[in-house]
């Protein structure tokens, strides 16, 4: 599975930005899928997930309620929204995808650079 994200950007303190990755396999939807984050000189972290049929999300503390994770399996997309950006939300930004909680991700797309300034 090949994941390809996109979306990220500069943005103000306060601002919104819109990520999105597209996989290339048909067998998109067998595969729970996520976000992961990793700033400047810290480990990569878990930002959030959605499970195969997209009717099940988990965020971390940080974003719960700022970020929104969503899904097509139609199209072979997962989003993330990300709302009343901080600059602590600088990082890039990474998809995933795997198999239940994410806890063991089988693939990895290239990262994508957020940075918000203050």
């Known amino acids: 599975v090949q994941l390809q994200a996109s979306g990220g950007g500069l943005v103000q303190a306060g601002g919104s930005l819109r990520l999105s990755c597209a996989a290339s396999a048909r067998t998109f939807s067998r595969y729970a899928m996520g976000w992961f984050r990793q700033a400047p000189g810290k480990e990569r972290e878990f930002v959030a997930r959605i499970n195969r049929s997209g009717g099940s999300t988990y965020y971390a503390d940080s974003v719960k309620g700022r970020f929104t994770i969503s899904r097509d399996n139609a199209r072979n997309t997962v989003d993330l929204q990300m709302n009343s950006l901080k600059p602590e939300d600088t990082a890039v930004y990474y998809c995933?995808?795997?198999?239940?909680?994410?806890?063991?991700?089988?693939?990895w797309g290239k990262g994508t650079l957020v940075t918000v300034s203050s």
């Open positions: 995933a995808a795997g198999y239940g909680s994410l806890s063991r991700v089988e693939y």
